[in-house]
T-cell receptor
Framework: SQKIEQNSEALNIQEGKTATLTCNYTNYSPAYLQWYRQDPGRGPVFLLLIRENEKEKRKERLKVTFDTTLKQSLFHITASQPADSATYLCALDDTGGFKTIFGAGTRLFVKA | GAVVSQHPSRVICKSGTSVKIECRSLDFQATTMFWYRQFPKQSLMLMATSNEGSKATYEQGVEKDKFLINHASLTLSTLTVTSAHPEDSSFYIC?????????????FGDGTRLSIL
């Protein structure tokens, strides 16, 4: 069956450290993978998109990798801050790009 | 600022009431919009794809007569939950992809918290 798996356990890290979140997928062949941030009671906000032929993408303190062999994406936040505390969702395209399928997200807590 | 506006943000109503939720794209045209439902600590579940000028495409298991979608203009899609019951209580979120294809980044509304008593 098709699955997108993100660590359901919350990730607690100290301010200044690098947070690394994992997204694994099964039985999908995405051309794109996206990461979103969602705060409680709000809609998700787009962060980064990485294509299947890209190994790595960076934006300010954010870095995403995409390994189509491992069927995995890693999302890194360097020099993390308490304001980075949120739920981070990975999403990939399905059925030729007409749908986006979301993972359940990983909750990140950054302690000052 | 917000590029997709969703209204209302919260609705509390009695069982049997029909509730309409609006999703507007601001400053851009959206021929396609998506409606999602989200339960606590769960992923966004796609309910339907709203297509301007044509019928919506519903996901398997979503009752089209229960969740009526209308996309009458290039900037507005509405979701009406008809004869809502407590099990319909959830967080409903709409989105619009830039460029009209879902593999492009999506801009989401801030969701509607629906509580049916």
């Amino acid at each position: 069956s098709q699955k997108i798996e993100q660590n359901s356990e919350a990730l607690n890290i100290q301010e200044g450290k690098t947070a690394t979140l994992t997204c694994n997928y099964t039985n999908y062949s995405p051309a794109y993978l996206q990461w979103y941030r969602q705060d409680p009671g709000r809609g998700p906000v787009f962060l980064l998109l990485i294509r299947e032929n890209e190994k790595e993408k960076r934006k300010e303190r954010l870095k995403v990798t995409f390994d189509t062999t491992l069927k995995q994406s890693l999302f890194h936040i360097t020099a993390s801050q308490p304001a980075d505390s949120a739920t981070y969702l990975c999403a990939l395209d399905d059925t030729g790009g007409f749908k986006t399928i979301f993972g359940a997200g990983t909750r990140l807590f950054v302690k000052a | 600022g917000a590029v997709v506006s969703q209204h209302p943000s919260r609705v509390i109503c009695k069982s049997g009431t029909s509730v309409k939720i609006e999703c507007r794209s601001l400053d851009f045209q959206a021929t396609t919009m998506f409606w999602y439902r989200q339960f606590p600590k769960q992923s966004l579940m796609l309910m339907a794809t709203s297509n301007e000028g044509s019928k919506a495409t519903y996901e398997q298991g979503v009752e089209k007569d229960k969740f009526l979608i209308n996309h009458a203009s290039l900037t507005l899609s509405t979701l009406t939950v008809t004869s809502a019951h407590p099990e319909d209580s959830s967080f409903y979120i709409c989105s619009a992809p830039i460029g009209g294809r879902s593999n492009q980044p999506q801009h989401f509304g801030d969701g509607t918290r629906l509580s049916i008593l």
